[in-house]
């Protein structure tokens, strides 16, 4: 049986990268081009703001935004895989640790995932 190495770790890291970034910039692609067929002649009125769209604020709206087709809820979806790809990383990073046996990495990489999942569930940054 392999030992399994640090650079075969670095290399399915590298792959979550890049597949992460790829997937949500296809997705957004796609949705912007949803968007634009659909509102792409639509005069914009600048003397109002409209705010954020009421699918954002509930949970599952972008989800029935992409079942749907709406441009705006396909990019939103987008954004969301492109903000989760580090944080794939970090879990993955903390599963390569357990496997090296390095437990003080592995218990700081978890400690890094809680600060993210903390900071994102309260809504505070910083």
């Known amino acids: 049986m392999n030992k399994f190495k640090d650079t075969d770790m670095q290399a399915v890291i ?3 990268l890049r597949t992460g970034v790829l997937v949500s910039m296809s997705v ?22 409209v705010g954020v769209p009421d699918f954002v604020s509930n949970p599952g709206g972008i989800i029935q935004g992409i079942f ?5 809820a ?6 969301i895989l492109l903000i989760a790809t580090p944080v794939i990383r970090v879990v993955f990073s ?8 390095d437990y003080l990495y592995t218990a700081i990489t978890v400690l890094v995932l809680l600060i993210i999942l903390t900071s994102m569930i309260s809504g505070h940054a910083g």
């Open 14 to 16: 590298g792959w979550i």
């Open 28 to 49: 957004i692609f796609i949705g912007g081009v949803i968007y634009l067929y659909r509102h792409g002649q639509t005069h914009v009125d600048y003397s109002k703001f």
């Open 68 to 72: 749907t087709l709406r441009g705006r």
């Open 74 to 79: 396909i990019i939103q979806a987008g954004i």
């Open 94 to 101: 903390a599963i390569g640790f357990v496997m090296e046996k």
